[in-house]
């Protein structure tokens, strides 16, 4: 079956830009979280969403970075007006309600010039 | 938030050698999760612990649930060249449901 799924794959832009990444959670999964993962570190919680529930967003590191999960499913995580320091792999993991097993897609690896 | 203190950040072994890595926290969490990552992938979910002293294994890999609840650790036992890559330690803490958090994550490089 389908896992996690991510967009692209690899992201090269300037400084100053907006970038959008898209994640498609596994089919029937309720939980959806982004992560970042800088080089060499571990997972920095970002956001998460669970069906219709207001996201949990404490993880989002400035006003720049927002998320929107629609219909339940394929969430993109937008990055505005990029900065060096934004240069990771970003993360999407899914769920099924209740559960704290996470399956992880691939990453979006993200380099701002 | 609350972090996890994982250990040792590298690991630089012989094949055939054990393997023991740990995470700790200064507050009880609920669940304890270990993860691998090969390069160029997402983590990949080995073992998930739920009952303080719980003891799982999957092959080679065993994993228990501390006592104090505050505590993790990975075994791998006889290791191969392919269990290359990076364990992350995840724990959910007992006051948010919806969190997770990660270990730095322990880098292991196994040598034939």
């Known amino acids: 079956g389908a896992g996690v799924s991510q967009s692209p794959s690899n992201k090269v832009t300037e400084k100053g830009k907006d970038v959008e990444l898209r994640c498609d959670p596994i089919?029937?999964?309720?939980?959806l979280y982004w992560y970042r993962q800088s080089l060499g570190q571990g997972l920095e919680f970002l956001i998460y969403?669970?069906?219709?529930?207001?996201?949990?967003k404490s993880g989002l590191p400035s006003d720049r970075f927002s998320a929107e999960r629609t219909g339940g499913s394929v969430s993109t995580l937008t990055i505005q007006r990029t900065q060096q320091e934004d240069s990771a792999v970003y993360l999407c993991?899914?769920?099924?309600?209740?559960?704290?097993?996470?399956?992880f897609g691939p990453g979006t690896r993200l380099t701002v010039l | 938030g609350q972090q996890l203190n994982q250990s040792p950040q590298s690991m630089f072994i012989q094949e055939g050698e054990d393997v023991s890595m740990n995470c700790t926290s200064s507050s009880i969490f609920n669940t304890w999760l270990w993860y691998k990552q090969e390069p160029g992938e997402g983590p990949v979910l080995l073992i998930a612990?739920?009952?303080?002293?719980e003891l799982t294994s999957n092959g080679r890999l065993t994993a228990q649930f501390g006592i104090t609840r505050k505590d993790s650790f990975l075994n791998i036992s006889a290791s191969i060249p392919s269990d290359v890559g990076i364990y992350f330690c995840a724990g959910q803490p007992q006051y948010n449901n919806n969190d997770m958090r990660f270990g730095a994550g322990t880098r292991l490089t196994v040598k034939p």
């Open positions: 993991a899914s769920s099924f309600r209740g559960s704290n097993e996470q399956f």
């Open positions: 612990l739920y009952k303080a002293g």
């Open positions: 089919s029937g999964h309720t939980a």
């Open positions: 969403f669970q069906g219709n529930s207001a996201p949990d």
